[in-house]
C-alpha cells in the first residue's frame, strides 16, 4: 500500500518533507492531527514493529524520552509497515558532556530491559557465533576470513548479561538533545543483545576501561560489516576488526 496507508491516521494526514538518515526505511515528517509527527515507512513484518512499539510504549512509561508511536484512527500502531511516532524536539551530542550523558541514558535503558524478548527474527552477536543468519545478516554473503574475525570479537562477550541495546547510538543523528533531557529515536535497529554494542562511544564517553572498550569497539565494528555487509561503509568496518 506504500505511503496511501497515512490516511489511516485521518483524512488530513499528509507528507511534508523526506528525512535524512533512513537506509532501510523511507523516512518523512508528516502531519497528523494537525501537529508534526515522523513516519517511517518499512518492510518489516507486523510482529518485528509490534516488538518495537512495545518496548518504545514500556520505555516511555519509565520515563525515558523516546518516539512513540501514534496510533490510528481504529488505535492501531502501525499499519501496512508504516509507523507515525511522536517527533523529538532537540539537536545532536557535540560535546564531551553531550556523550556523556548519551551513555548515561543507555545505561539507562540496558538497565531497565534486562530479560526482555528477543525481537522477532532477529539474532544477538553471541547467536552468530552458531548461526549465519538473522534479519538482514547473512554471513555465509561474507568473506569466510572476515566471519572468523568477525566471530572472535564477538566471542569476546560470551557471558555477559543481555538486554535491549539501540543499535546505533553512535551516529549523532540518532539523537535529540536539550538542555533537559537526551532523546533517543531511530529504534529499527534494536534488539536483545550484550550491552556493550552500545557503549563504543565517540571519545570513550562510556568511561570503559582500555580492555573493554577495545572489546566492546572491536564486536561493534564486526556488528555494522555483518548487517550492512556489503556495501562500502561494511567493507571499511571489517578492516578495523583485527585479523585472528
Known amino acids: 500500500m506504500g505511503w496511501e496507508a497515512l490516511r489511516q491516521w485521518g483524512e488530513d494526514a499528509v507528507r511534508i518533507e523526506r528525512l535524512t538518515g533512513g537506509v532501510a526505511n523511507d523516512v518523512w515528517s508528516v502531519r497528523v492531527h494537525g501537529q508534526t509527527a515522523v513516519g517511517r515507512l518499512g518492510y518489516r513484518t507486523d510482529a518485528d514493529l509490534a516488538w518495537e512499539a512495545e518496548l518504545i510504549q514500556y520505555l ?145 564517553a562510556a568511561g570503559l576501561d582500555d580492555e573493554a572498550h577495545d572489546i566492546a569497539a572491536q564486536a561493534f565494528a564486526a556488528w555494522e560489516a555483518a548487517v550492512c555487509w556489503q556495501d562500502e561503509y561494511a567493507v571499511k568496518r571489517l578492516a578495523e576488526v583485527r585479523a585472528v
Open 60 to 204: 516511555d512509561s519509565e520515563g525515558m524520552h523516546v518516539p512513540v508511536p501514534i496510533p490510528t484512527t481504529d488505535g492501531r500502531l502501525f499499519a501496512n509497515g508504516l509507523v507515525v511516532m511522536k517527533y523529538m524536539e532537540g539537536g545532536p551530542p557535540e560535546t564531551e558532556s553531550d556523550w556523556c550523558r548519551v551513555a548515561d541514558t543507555l545505561r539507562e535503558l540496558h538497565r531497565l530491559t534486562q530479560g526482555w524478548p528477543q525481537r522477532p527474527g532477529w539474532r544477538s552477536s553471541i547467536d552468530l557465533l552458531h548461526v549465519e543468519t538473522g534479519t538482514r545478516i547473512d554471513l555465509a554473503a561474507m568473506p569466510p576470513e572476515g566471519v572468523i574475525r568477525c566471530r572472535a570479537a564477538w566471542a569476546q562477550l560470551i557471558g555477559r548479561q543481555r538486554c535491549v541495546v539501540h543499535g546505533n547510538p553512535n551516529s549523532p543523528g540518532n539523537i535529540r538533545m536539550t538542555a533537559d533531557r537526551v532523546a533517543l529515536i531511530a529504534w529499527d535497529e534494536s534488539h536483545v543483545d550484550v550491552p556493550d554494542l552500545d557503549l563504543a562511544l565517540p571519545g570513550n
